[in-house]
């Protein structure tokens, strides 16, 4: 086996690395995607006009805080355990 041989074989194994590393990438952006998407239907973020960003409403800040707030209630054993 040469040095070349060898070169190409990790240079193949890398290509299949990136290919599975661009499927997951592409797979985690539409996950996001429809997460904004539907929170966007529920009034809870909003987007910044002409960029990328988006904001948390009003709405969608009163319904994250009392999403927590029953999570404290309801689960205290989590929160004893890491505390």
Do not use: C
């Not at 990438?25 to 960029?51: C, E, F, N």
């Amino acid at each position: 086996m040469t040095a070349t041989n060898t070169f190409a074989k990790r240079k193949e194994v890398t290509d299949k690395d990136s290919t599975l590393l661009a499927i997951e990438t592409a797979k985690q952006s539409g996950q996001v995607t429809r997460l904004l998407r539907r929170l966007h239907v529920h009034q809870l973020v909003a987007k910044i006009p002409r960029s990328r960003r988006w904001r948390v409403s009003l709405n969608g800040r009163r319904v994250m805080a009392a999403a927590i707030k029953l999570r404290e209630v309801a689960y205290p054993s989590l929160y004893a355990e890491a505390a």
